[in-house]
């Protein structure tokens, strides 16, 4: 049962702290988070402002470094990478999606998609293969041949999206990804990120202040003054039911307002 469980876990978090500042002035951000995502989850991290949630996903995506504890992804322990094997381990592993989507204006939706496996060995047929596939899932693919300027705003966080995805990444990053969209675009990511976590497997860690976006998760973690406050998961329930357990916890936490639906 134990080795089942190893085989399962693709992110491990033990006793992270994160600290910022100098001695008598000091920051203690993290405050020993203990975090288990199993392969194929869809997790929410939520929290009021300062709540930490931001820092933890940049320490779990490599983009920061935690102060102690111990971050494993695939069992591999990432603040023991040197900064080109860590290099090396976040082009291969590791997808993000971030909130003002980083496209390079210069390449096309295809080259921006394409990128991350430029410096890979997979072959030519499989990365056509494979930006087919995720431009038929995002809806893009009319789209393959436009400039980031000739897009809206869904249309660039799709592109994102799949380029987060073209190397098959064994867990995918997302901060705040619905946070510079419309009500409709977001929707609409959304829809395909929660399709692409269920048919394609796909594990994916999301930072978000908005509930409704927390409703798509199977799993929602709530921070409160940098420790983990409470979880929600959604098992069964419907989207609607799930959202209105997660205004719930959100109201004791404190946080923006957002109408039940």
């Not at 008598?24 to 975090?35: A, S, Y």
């Not at 991290?45 to 933890?56: A, E, N, Q």
């Not at 102060?67 to 494993?72: F, R, S, V």
């Not at 995918?172 to 409709?184: H, I, Q, R, V």
């Amino acid at each position: 049962m134990d080795q089942l469980n190893i085989e399962e876990t693709v992110l491990q978090a033990r006793n992270v702290h994160k600290t910022y500042g100098t001695k008598g002035n000091t920051q203690h951000v993290l405050k020993g988070i203990d975090l288990r995502v199993t392969r194929g989850e869809f997790v929410g991290i939520m929290g009021p402002s300062g709540s930490g949630k931001t820092t933890l996903l940049n320490v779990l995506a490599t983009i920061d470094h935690q102060t102690d504890g111990t971050i494993l992804i695939d069992d591999e322990d990432i603040s023991k990478l040197s900064n080109s094997a860590l290099s090396a381990f976040r082009r291969n592993k590791l997808g993000f999606i971030f909130q003002d989507y980083n496209l390079l204006d210069t390449l096309t939706v295809k080259e921006n998609i394409l990128l991350p496996i430029s410096l890979s060995k997979m072959s030519k047929k499989k990365a056509e293969s494979e930006f087919t596939a995720l431009a038929d899932v995002f809806d893009i693919k009319v789209l393959a041949h436009k400039y980031p300027h000739e897009l809206s705003g869904g249309q660039k966080q799709r592109t994102a999206a799949g380029r987060a995805l073209i190397h098959q990444p064994s867990i995918m990053f997302a901060d705040e990804p619905t946070g510079a969209l419309d009500s409709k675009s977001a929707s609409s990511l959304l829809d395909v990120l929660e399709k692409v976590n269920q048919q394609r497997g796909v594990t994916v860690v999301m930072v978000t202040h908005d509930p409704v976006a927390s409703s798509y998760c199977s799993r929602v973690v709530f921070l409160r003054d940098g420790k983990i406050y409470s979880e929600l998961y959604r098992g069964d329930k419907t989207r609607h039911a799930f959202f209105n357990e997660i205004l719930d916890v959100q109201a004791v936490l404190g946080g923006d307002h957002v109408d039940r639906i």
